[in-house]
């Protein structure tokens, strides 16, 4: 079974950065996509941002953009999520999931139902 690691998460200043990273065991450059989402304390689970591994296109929420930034390195079968310019709001519990790139197209980035593996999640904090 797919496992993801997260990593790189942590307290930051409002205005500060963060890279997380997320570590897949099986990946699949031509089919699989990879996405992060958020949960706040309270708050339901949120979609962030997208990353297909075919053509390496990226998908992001509105309120990320120009802030966040996905990349991916298929040979070490890692996705990152460079967030700049952090504000208090970004505070949530960060997750990777796994899925196929065909759902993506089809159901849209932000439907976690296309997601089939999770990670468990990377704390990030950032004070005001």
């Known amino acids: 079974e797919v496992q993801l690691v997260e990593s790189g998460g942590g307290l930051v200043q409002a205005g500060g950065s963060l890279r997380l990273s997320c570590a897949g065991s099986?990946?699949?450059?031509?089919?699989?996509?990879v996405g992060w989402f958020r949960q706040a304390p309270g708050k339901e689970r949120e979609w962030i941002s997208t990353i297909t591994s075919d053509d390496h296109r990226q998908y992001y929420l509105d309120s990320v953009k120009g802030r966040f930034i996905i990349t991916s390195d298929d040979a070490k079968i890692t996705v990152y999520l460079q967030m700049n310019s952090l504000k208090p709001d970004d505070t949530a519990v960060y997750y990777c999931?796994?899925?196929?790139?065909?759902?993506?197209?089809?159901?849209?980035?932000?439907?976690?139902?296309?997601?089939?593996?999770w990670g468990q999640g990377t704390q990030v904090t950032v004070s005001s």
């Open positions: 999931a796994q899925g196929r790139n065909w759902a993506v197209r089809h159901y849209g980035a932000d439907d976690a139902r296309i997601y089939d593996y």
């Open positions: 099986e990946f699949d450059s031509g089919t699989d996509t």
